[in-house]
């Protein structure tokens, strides 16, 4: 198989598809791997340590999609790219496409077999391309709150651990998966006091185990929302319905009744967000203000740590790149959780929670 990396091109982002390590196992099974120059920048990752990986650089983009079979991306393709899409070219990359219709349309019309890493599951129903990255952006959620927080960036002014004598800030998680427990972790480790929402019985029990008298864990019912999100400081929408778009649980009307100058950290803006208010940002310009409330909806946070994105995601997507790599489209004949990340083949949605938010011809 011909695997192509182009140089990703989202503003800010500053991951890659294969890290050196990656390449070097594909090419040692006779794989014939093609890096665009430069695209491991941003991970320390020369033109020369692919070259030693025995990967082939090229000069442009459009070079490696037009050699390549398979293409192994980490953000969802831009309309730059998804035009150079062909019938025969695999894809495989987060996609996102649920909140998507531009990039969904994109792909149909270009043929080819688009596979997401985030709606590929394991043997226990988790998501286990979509961990590591989940992981990462729900420890920088509170990195990230916590500096708006301050009243330059215009947060309430407020030091998330507090110092003895003061208040700590109250930090409201909603979601109690992945991305919760890990914002959780790092809430609690910078002093906040933490309160985790969801609607599972069990999975609450399982975060009172881990976390013990650290965490508050309430069930999340529109009254128990409502209460906690006036009182928070900081309010981290880790909300996720695999491929679909997420639920908006926070509405405009209760920004007023919140406090002046807290901050919405939205996890969840890959699916389209968990507030209402939410619309998706850049690192360049990663917030803005409504009623008073910073909003963070920055659409590709793990972005902004790419040596440790990149490889936690390596580690996750080697496995199913080889597979893809050795047998083709026929590799999700034979394992049913690669299958489930089929998201578009020969031009029509294959995944029916992307069909349930556009319809089969969005």
């Given at each position: 198989m011909i695997i192509g990396v182009p140089k990703e091109i989202k503003v800010k982002e500053a991951r890659v598809g294969?890290?050196?390590?990656?390449?070097?196992e594909l090419t040692r099974r006779g794989?014939?791997?093609?890096v665009q120059t430069g695209a491991g920048q941003g991970i320390g990752a020369s033109d020369a340590d692919y070259e030693a990986a025995g990967a082939k650089i090229l000069p442009d983009a459009q070079s490696v999609f037009s050699q390549a079979k398979m293409i192994v991306k980490v953000k969802e393709p831009q309309p730059s790219e998804w035009v150079q899409l062909r019938p025969d070219h695999i894809l495989f990359t987060y996609l996102h496409l649920a909140?998507?219709?531009a990039q969904t349309r994109g792909l149909m019309e270009s043929g080819c077999t688009a596979i997401a890493y985030e709606t590929i599951t394991d043997a226990s129903g988790g998501l286990p391309l979509l961990a590591p990255m989940s992981?990462?952006?729900?420890?920088?959620?509170?990195i990230e709150g916590a500096a708006h927080l301050k009243a330059n960036a215009g947060g309430r002014g407020m030091l998330i651990s507090g110092v003895p004598g003061t208040e700590p800030a109250e930090v409201v998680i909603i979601g109690g998966g992945v991305v919760g427990v890990n914002a959780a972790k790092m809430a609690v480790g910078m002093g906040a006091r933490v309160t985790i929402l969801d609607k599972s019985l069990p999975r609450l029990r399982y975060l009172s185990d881990i976390f013990g008298p650290s965490v508050t864990t309430r069930y999340s019912s529109a009254d128990v929302l409502d209460n906690c999100v006036r009182k928070a400081d900081m309010v981290v929408g880790a909300v996720l319905?695999?491929?679909?778009?997420?639920?908006?649980l926070v509405s405009k009307a209760m920004l007023s009744e919140m406090k002046q100058g807290a901050v919405l950290v939205d996890v969840a803006i890959d699916q389209g967000g968990c507030f209402e208010t939410s619309k998706a940002t850049t690192h360049d310009e990663p917030t803005y203000i409504v009623d008073g409330i910073v909003h963070y909806c920055v659409a590709n946070m793990p972005g902004s740590v790419p040596r440790t994105s990149s490889e936690a995601l390596n580690n996750a997507t080697l496995p199913f790149t080889l597979a893809l790599a050795e047998k083709g489209v026929a590799a999700l004949d034979d394992d049913p959780h690669l299958a489930n990340g089929l998201n578009v083949k020969d031009g029509q949605i294959r995944y029916q929670a992307v069909i349930d938010a556009l319809g089969e011809n969005p």
């Open positions: 294969l890290v050196p390590s990656s390449v070097s794989h014939e791997v093609l909140a998507d219709a992981e990462v952006a729900g420890r920088l959620s509170v319905i695999p491929g679909a778009s997420a639920p908006r």
